[in-house]
């Protein structure tokens, strides 16, 4: 088998450098223009050369969104901005206007073009225009089955990208105005209010509810979650899985690449793909996440994956903190709060090369540089006592008992 691209998020440059940190082969992040998920953090263009920089020392890629759909004024500048972003040496612009595609093809040879799955591409003849428009590779729609993934890899050239994971939307490939309607917020210029995931009260004609009023109505759809399939994309020759959350934390991020990497990595080398897919949604379960379903690969997804009577948001307070350093002589680890923790407390490491390590919280040193039996201060530096080595960036987090 081929050994496809993991591709993740970020939302700002701590979070890209996690993600290429556990594992992910590239990552697409958003500008201040252009872009969607405009309540991302985004990255300006320091930021972006800053990334390509990092990316490029752990040899991995970075993509930049531009993939609004403009209107007349918000092409101000878009020439401008693509001419950085292959200054600065980006790798690829993920599209949704085939005018911007256009132009990104037309300023530079080198710098990919990507089309973003707001396209809904769904058939070969559909990809092999856009090849002839000069687009290197096309995200396919998420409502596409694993039937029509394999005629299209099967029928053409060009490389497919397939989301794995992350937020779907109850509309076809995110065509939504609902938020427009609702909000005045545009969906497809980035500012989606999420109206489907708000709760509502349901009424008949005669304004009498239809349903318990102590549940209100929501349209949401779960997550998906592809390993189920995972195999079957890697073999069926998929170049890039695509994981989406822009706006999702470093915790998340770490969480979610690190199994997607393990089992990416454990079905290439023919270990057992059942215990492999139990042990990846196994660790994908302690992320913050919603309730999860397998898209469109298998079946029309029926009323099982939606959320209709919740929106299905879950925040953890599992991710405890992280590693700055660790002194093996003592055994103390320096580490950053995130959220808080006490004496006692079963606790986790896991880290690109630390394998899922447990311990009991016995000794803290707030940052006064005094013993305590409880921390509760978000980014305080304290120390612990774990009795094996950890590293810098590792992770930790409460166990689930």
């Known amino acids: 088998m081929i050994r496809p691209e993991l591709l993740a998020p970020a939302g700002d440059l701590p979070r890209l450098k996690t993600a290429v940190h556990f594992g992910a082969d590239a990552v697409y992040i958003g500008g201040k223009k252009f872009s969607l998920r405009s309540r991302a953090s985004n990255f300006d263009l320091a930021d972006i050369e800053e990334g390509v920089r990092y990316a490029h020392s752990h040899q991995a890629k970075l993509y930049v969104t531009v993939n609004m759909i403009p209107h007349q004024e918000d092409l101000q500048g878009l020439h401008d901005y693509l001419r950085a972003l292959d200054q600065i040496g980006v790798d690829a612009v993920i599209v949704a206007s085939l005018y911007i595609a256009q132009v990104a093809r037309q300023?530079?040879?080198?710098?990919?073009?990507?089309?973003?799955?707001?396209?809904?591409?769904?058939?070969?003849?559909?990809?092999?225009?856009?090849?002839?428009?000069?687009?290197?590779?096309?995200?396919?729609?998420?409502?596409?089955?694993?039937?029509?993934?394999?005629?299209?890899?099967?029928?053409?050239?060009?490389?497919?990208?397939?989301?794995?994971?992350?937020?779907?939307?109850?509309?076809?490939?995110?065509?939504?105005?609902?938020?427009?309607?609702?909000?005045?917020?545009?969906?497809?210029?980035?500012?989606?209010?999420?109206?489907?995931?708000?709760?509502?009260?349901?009424?008949?004609?005669?304004?009498?509810?239809?349903?318990?009023?102590?549940?209100?109505?929501?349209?949401?759809?779960?997550?998906?979650?592809?390993?189920?399939?995972?195999?079957?994309?890697?073999?069926?020759?998929?170049?890039?899985?695509?994981?989406?959350?822009?706006?999702?934390?470093?915790?998340?991020?770490?969480?979610?690449?690190?199994?997607?990497?393990?089992?990416?990595?454990?079905?290439?080398?023919?270990?057992?793909?059942?215990?492999?897919?139990?042990?990846?949604?196994?660790?994908?379960?302690?992320?913050?996440?919603?309730?999860?379903?397998?898209?469109?690969?298998?079946n029309k997804p029926s009323a099982k994956g939606h959320l209709y009577d919740k929106n299905g948001t879950g925040i953890t307070q599992e991710f405890l903190a992280t590693v700055i350093s660790y002194d093996p002589l003592n055994q103390m680890a320096t580490i950053e709060v995130r959220n808080h923790f006490s004496k006692g407390w079963l606790c986790e490491v896991f880290g690109p090369n630390t394998d899922h390590l447990q311990f009991a919280v016995t000794d803290i040193i707030n940052s006064d540089q005094e013993l305590t039996d409880r921390v509760y201060k978000p980014m305080e530096i304290v120390q612990i006592k774990i009795p094996f080595k950890v590293m810098p960036e590792d992770f930790i987090r409460k166990v689930r008992i």
């Open 107 to 298: 300023i530079s040879q080198r710098m990919e073009v990507h089309l973003s799955t707001q396209q809904s591409s769904a058939n070969i003849e559909t990809l092999d225009f856009y090849k002839a428009m000069g687009v290197d590779r096309v995200v396919l729609a998420r409502e596409c089955s694993l039937e029509d993934i394999t005629q299209i890899v099967e029928g053409q050239s060009m490389p497919i990208e397939v989301f794995i994971h992350g937020g779907m939307c109850v509309n076809v490939s995110g065509r939504c105005t609902l938020s427009n309607y609702m909000t005045l917020r545009d969906a497809n210029r980035g500012g989606c209010a999420q109206s489907c995931r708000w709760k509502y009260f349901c009424l008949d004609e005669n304004l009498q509810p239809v349903h318990d009023e102590n549940t209100l109505f929501s349209m949401s759809s779960k997550d998906l979650n592809a390993t189920v399939v995972l195999s079957d994309l890697i073999q069926r020759g998929v170049s890039s899985l695509k994981i989406e959350g822009r706006m999702k934390s470093e915790y998340y991020l770490a969480t979610v690449v690190g199994a997607y990497r393990r089992l990416i990595d454990d079905l290439l080398f023919g270990k057992d793909e059942h215990e492999s897919v139990e042990r990846c949604n196994l660790e994908l379960a302690k992320a913050e996440n919603r309730e999860t379903f397998d898209g469109f690969f298998l």
